[in-house]
């Protein structure tokens, strides 16, 4: 029974050292379906090597060249009655991103900056280093690399409802350090284990940095613009419901029948004319019209 439990305990260990084995291979030999796993014949992407790279970033803002038509609507008499805009299905506030896709191991570290309407925006300090990827070595280095990991940085203001132009620029940097790692053969000198071994440990190669383009033009900035138009809508009523100058009202139609000897004479009344300057003439219109009788 003894010997049975020994051999299961065993079997656990040299599972255990089988699966650890077989993951360090896959990551020794990561996107490498050639190579042998010896640090002189890796592929880039083995353990080993600096690997960490970043597409070029890229700065875009949402709203770049477009226009808007802000429009104030007032009642005929200067009355302010409200404001709106006129598509505003079509209306965003002003992003400005950078953005790019990571491929590798190690750390990352950024800022991104600019100004809107020459409001300063965003953060040109460098942010503290993240993650990308893990690494370990419990027995012998394993490691995991983040495939077209996208980053995105932002900052962003209201859409303002002022006619003109209105500017944005931004500027930005990815920095990037990998992480590989370092062979070396040891001697392990100790009560515990003694004798030749082959070691390493997790090392940091050279920073990497990636800004976008224009990088020499206009102090790295890439900017751009929109636009923002007013338009005025009058309602064709005064704030107090009196209709506009200029706007005919008829509040009241009078009609007579006078018979004679073949026609029938139909008079109509209209009452509180308002002529072009706003001035009521009462009932003084009268007009008639004679229709042959049947």
Known sequence: MKTLHKWTISLCI????SIVTLVTIRSMMAHDKWNPITAPFGGDHAIDKVFIESTLPEVSCN???????????????????MDY?????????PI???SASLHGRGWLS????????????????????????????PILPVTNEVHDRPIVLSFEDNLKTVEGTYDWKAKGEIQLTPVYWKRKLGLNIGKAAQGLSLTGTWEEGGMQ??????ADDNDGFVEGSWDVKLKDDIANVSSTGAPCPGEASVTSNNWYFSKYDNTLEVTVSKSD???????GFGTAMYTSKKFPRH
């Open 14 to 17: 040299i599972i255990c050292i």
């Open 63 to 81: 709203i770049d060249g477009r226009t808007f038509t802000h429009v104030d609507r007032y009642y005929c008499d200067g009355v302010f009655i």
């Open 85 to 93: 805009w006129l598509d505003p299905d079509n209306v965003d506030q």
């Open 96 to 98: 400005v991103e950078m």
């Open 110 to 137: 950024t800022n991104f900056y600019g100004y809107i309407n020459d409001e300063y925006k965003g953060n040109h300090n460098f942010s503290r280093p993240t993650k990308l990827g893990w690494w370990v070595a």
């Open 209 to 214: 940095s990636y800004t976008p383009k224009p």
């Open 273 to 279: 004319l308002y002529g072009a300057l706003g001035f």
